[in-house]
């Protein structure tokens, strides 16, 4: 059964930081591209950043500069640093799983990010 589970939000200031994390199992994770998404109500769910099983990366021009996307095969898990927090970085944020340039097959449940003060 794959799982897909994050972890790491909450409240932040603007300008604070945070770390997403989101561990996988019953999946070869090397082989997997992983993304991060994010959604907040009444809006479709958008792609924040994305670390292919070659390591990698892309990212929304929204967050450039600001988030940093890694991943670490050895304890099957992706990382999301997220600094210089903007209270418009506030939504769920789920991290999704594919092979290749098929659709995302897996998801986590999403974790919530609240930038306010």
């Known amino acids: 059964q794959v799982q897909l589970v994050e972890s790491g939000g909450g409240l932040v200031q603007p300008g604070g930081s945070l770390r997403l994390s989101c561990a996988a199992s019953?999946?070869?994770?090397?082989?997997?591209?992983m993304a991060w998404y994010r959604q907040t109500p009444g809006k479709q769910r958008e792609l924040v950043a994305v670390?292919?099983?070659?390591?990698?990366?892309n990212y929304a021009d929204s967050v450039k500069g600001r988030f940093t996307i890694s991943r670490d095969n050895a304890k099957n898990t992706v990382y999301l640093q997220m600094n210089s927090l903007k209270p418009e970085d506030t939504a769920v944020y789920y991290c999704?799983?594919?092979?290749?340039?098929?659709?995302?097959?897996?998801w986590g449940q999403g974790t919530q990010v609240t930038v306010s003060s």
């Open positions: 999704g799983a594919r092979q290749g340039f098929r659709p995302y097959e897996y």
């Open positions: 670390i292919t099983s070659g390591d990698s990366t």
């Open positions: 019953g999946i070869i994770f090397s082989r997997y591209s």
